[in-house]
T-cell receptor
Framework: EDQVTQSPEALRLQEGESSSLNCSYTVSGLRGLFWYRQDPGKGPEFLFTLYSAGEEKEKERLKATLTKKESFLHITAPKPEDSATYLCALAGGGGADGLTFGKGTHLIIQP | NAGVTQTPKFQVLKTGQSMTLQCAQDMNHNSMYWYRQDPGMGLRLIYYSASEGTTDKGEVPNGYNVSRLNKREFSLRLESAAPSQTSVYFC???????????FGPGTRLTVT
């Protein structure tokens, strides 16, 4: 069974204080590892897809990396508008479609 | 280009009532999905449709039915609502079954 565990559950940072969010996973045949951002009262917004260990993707202050067991979302010099819940999800090699999601990390950036 | 749209945005039902949640996408995607999101549980897949005319159960299908009306539209029906179905429901679509998904804004459903 595919599993995704995100840590920490919540993280409070000062503006400009860089940090990383963790996504640990177990999967039979990884087809893709996805990061989403979700603002309160809204649907998840797609950020990145990673396919293989060693791959990295960047967008503004965010960088996602992937190993064979974990993915990290690095946030560099965050701003208050980066406050959101960040979700990690994966697509496994099984026959069923759909993504398996973690419970998310609630990130708060204080001015 | 509206992406994925859902109606209604909010709904309150009494136990035993029925309703249909509507979803449409304008990205010409093949696959569509229904998830529910509950506090502390994360997003869980209810049903999905890999193509027009096909539907399959996800992790939590009990109490729900779906219809893939055409390539654009995928509806979720609650035949007899229960308080345990109080949740936020999200529709999503993707090009293929293992690709990144794009989500709608959600329907917040309360069953009393």
């Amino acid at each position: 069974e595919d599993q995704v565990t995100q840590s920490p559950e919540a993280l409070r940072l000062q503006e400009g204080e860089s940090s990383s969010l963790n996504c640990s996973y177990t999967v039979s045949g990884l087809r893709g590892l996805f990061w989403y951002r979700q603002d309160p009262g809204k649907g998840p917004e797609f950020l990145f897809t990673l396919y293989s260990a060693g791959e990295e993707k960047e967008k503004e202050r965010l960088k996602a990396t992937l190993t064979k067991k974990e993915s990290f979302l690095h946030i560099t010099a965050p701003k208050p508008e980066d406050s959101a819940t960040y979700l990690c999800a994966l697509a496994g090699g099984g026959g069923a479609d759909g993504l398996t999601f973690g419970k998310g990390t609630h990130l708060i950036i204080q001015p | 280009n509206a992406g994925v749209t859902q109606t209604p945005k909010f709904q309150v039902l009494k136990t035993g009532q029925s309703m249909t949640l509507q979803c449409a996408q304008d990205m010409n995607h093949n696959s569509m999905y229904w998830y529910r999101q509950d506090p502390g549980m994360g997003l869980r897949l209810i049903y999905y449709s890999a193509s027009e005319g096909t539907t399959d159960k996800g992790e939590v299908p009990n109490g729900y039915n779906v219809s893939r009306l055409n390539k654009r539209e995928f509806s979720l029906r609650l035949e007899s609502a229960a308080p345990s179905q109080t949740s936020v429901y999200f529709c999503a679509s993707s090009e293929g079954g293992k690709d990144e998904q794009y989500f709608g804004p959600g329907t917040r459903l309360t069953v009393t």
